[in-house]
C-alpha cells in the first residue's frame, strides 16, 4: 500500500500522492465531479497485471472518499484501473513551462510521467485535461 489517493478516468489511472492533509482527497473528489471514477482513497495498492501496472483500494479500506469534518461520502467507482499518470501534491514546479523529458517515476520497472502539482491552480482541471488530451509535444 501506498499513501496515495488515485481516480480513474476513460479507463487510466492517475495516483495522487502527498503529506496527509495537503489535499489528496479534494483533488480527488474535484476530478470525481469532473466525470472520474473512485479507486482508492488515502490509501492505494499498486500491482502488475499482464505485464502492466495497476491501482486498486486495499481489501481493508472502507469504501467512499473522506470529506474533512464531514465524513466518508459514497462516490462513483472503479475496482481497478491501469497507472497512467502520477501527481505529487508535496512537491512545487517552479518552471512556468518544464520539459516532460526525464520527469518520470519508475514502478515496477515501468515508466510514467510525474507531475509536481504543490501549489497549482485548479490541478482537477489540468489533471483532467493530461488524462483526456495528453501532453503537447513542442
Given amino acids: ?7 480513474e478516468l476513460d479507463g487510466k489511472a492517475v495516483l495522487i500522492k502527498g503529506a496527509s492533509g495537503s489535499g489528496k482527497s479534494t483533488l480527488a473528489l474535484k476530478l470525481i ?12 495498492v499498486i500491482f502488475k497485471k499482464k505485464r502492466r501496472v495497476f491501482l486498486r483500494a486495499p481489501d481493508s479500506l472502507p469504501h467512499g472518499l473522506e470529506i ?4 466518508i461520502v459514497n462516490a462513483p467507482s472503479c475496482m481497478e484501473a ?3 499518470l502520477v501527481i505529487d501534491l508535496s512537491q512545487c514546479e517552479n ?28 490541478p482537477a482541471n489540468s489533471i483532467y485535461a493530461l488524462l483526456k488530451f495528453g501532453i503537447a509535444k513542442l
Avoid: W
Fill in 68 to 71: 474533512r469534518r464531514v465524513g
Fill in 82 to 84: 491501469e497507472l497512467k
Fill in 95 to 122: 518552471k512556468r513551462l518544464p520539459n516532460q523529458l526525464g520527469r518520470n517515476i519508475n514502478i515496477f520497472g515501468y515508466t510514467f510521467p510525474f507531475y509536481c502539482f504543490q501549489g497549482i491552480v485548479e
Fill in 1 to 7: 500500500n501506498v499513501h496515495a489517493s488515485s481516480v
Fill in 33 to 44: 465531479m469532473l466525470g472520474a471514477n473512485l479507486i482508492a482513497d488515502d490509501q492505494t
